[in-house]
C-alpha cells in the first residue's frame, strides 16, 4: 500500500495546476469557437486524469488526498463571485430587478424540471437531490447538494457537464431561435451554464460575457436560497 501511495507524488495539486495552465494555453490558442469548445481546459483536464486513474489502476480516495487543497479552495472561491457582480454593477443596475427576477425563474424552472424527471423515472432520493442545484457553480452546487442529502460528486459532475454543454451548443442555440440581444444571451448563459459558459460569452462578446458574469452570481446566492426550500417543498407536496 505505501508503494502504491508513493506512485501518486505526482499526481498531486502542482501536477493539476500545470496541466490545466497547459491547457488553458492551448485553449487559448484557438480562434474557431467550435474548436475554442471542445478545447476547454476544464474538460480535458478532467478527462486527462480520469484516463492516467482508469489506465494506471491508481485509487481516486489516494489521489483525491493528495488534491484536497483544491477542494478547500473550493467554498473560499464563492467569495470571489462578488468581483463580476461588483464590476459589472453600473452597467446592469437599470435592469437589476429583471435580471434577479429571470435568474430566479430559471432556478426555479431547473429544479422543477430535474424533479418531475426524477419521479418519472422513479430516481433514488438521493440521486433526485443530487439533480436539485445544478443551474450554479460547482461550490454552491456542492454545498446546496449536501444539505439536501445528496451525492455531492456526481452533482459536480453534472454542473461540470451542463456547462460544457452550454459553452459549446448555447450560442448557436441563440442564433437559430433568433436571441441576438447581448443582454438575453448573457444572462441565460450565467444563469443556465455559469463559470464555463460564462468563458464562452467572454470570448464571444464582452457585454454578453458581463451579464453573464453577472447572472451567474446572482444565481449562486439565489440557489442558496431558493433551492434548500424548493426542494423539500416539492418532496413533501409531490411525493
Excluded at 443596475?93 to 418531475?116: D, E, H, P, Y
Excluded at 457585454?207 to 424548493?230: D, E, H, N, Q
Aim: aromatic share 8%; glycine share 4%.
Amino acid at each position: 500500500m505505501t508503494d502504491l501511495h508513493l506512485t501518486l507524488w505526482w499526481l498531486t495539486t502542482p501536477f493539476i495546476i500545470a496541466l490545466f495552465l497547459a491547457l488553458r494555453a492551448l485553449n487559448n490558442n484557438w480562434q474557431h469557437s467550435v474548436l475554442k469548445s471542445l478545447t476547454n481546459p476544464v474538460f480535458l483536464s478532467i478527462a486527462i486524469i480520469a484516463l492516467l486513474l482508469v489506465n494506471l489502476n491508481l485509487p481516486y480516495t489516494q489521489f483525491a488526498s493528495h488534491s484536497q487543497l483544491l477542494s478547500w479552495l473550493l467554498e473560499p472561491a464563492i467569495v470571489a463571485l462578488a468581483l463580476p457582480l461588483y464590476q459589472q454593477f453600473i452597467h446592469i443596475r437599470k435592469n437589476l430587478l429583471l435580471i434577479v427576477s429571470t435568474c430566479s425563474l430559471g432556478i426555479i424552472n431547473a429544479t422543477f424540471v430535474a424533479f418531475i424527471l426524477s419521479v418519472l423515472f422513479d430516481v433514488p432520493n438521493n440521486l433526485s437531490a443530487s439533480v436539485a442545484a445544478l443551474s450554479v457553480t460547482t461550490p454552491i452546487s456542492l454545498i446546496v447538494t449536501d444539505s439536501l442529502g445528496g451525492i455531492s460528486s456526481l452533482a459536480a459532475a453534472l454542473v461540470i457537464f451542463i456547462g460544457l454543454l452550454g459553452a459549446l451548443f448555447g450560442l448557436i442555440l441563440f442564433k437559430l431561435v433568433g436571441i441576438y440581444n447581448h443582454q438575453a444571451q448573457g444572462t441565460a448563459m450565467g444563469t443556465a451554464c455559469h463559470a464555463i459558459g460564462t468563458a464562452a460569452a467572454l470570448a464571444e462578446h464582452p457585454k454578453i460575457g458581463a451579464f453573464s458574469s453577472v447572472a451567474m452570481a446572482l444565481s449562486a446566492l439565489l440557489t442558496a436560497i431558493i433551492v434548500p426550500m424548493l426542494y423539500p417543498f416539492l418532496v413533501n407536496t409531490l411525493l
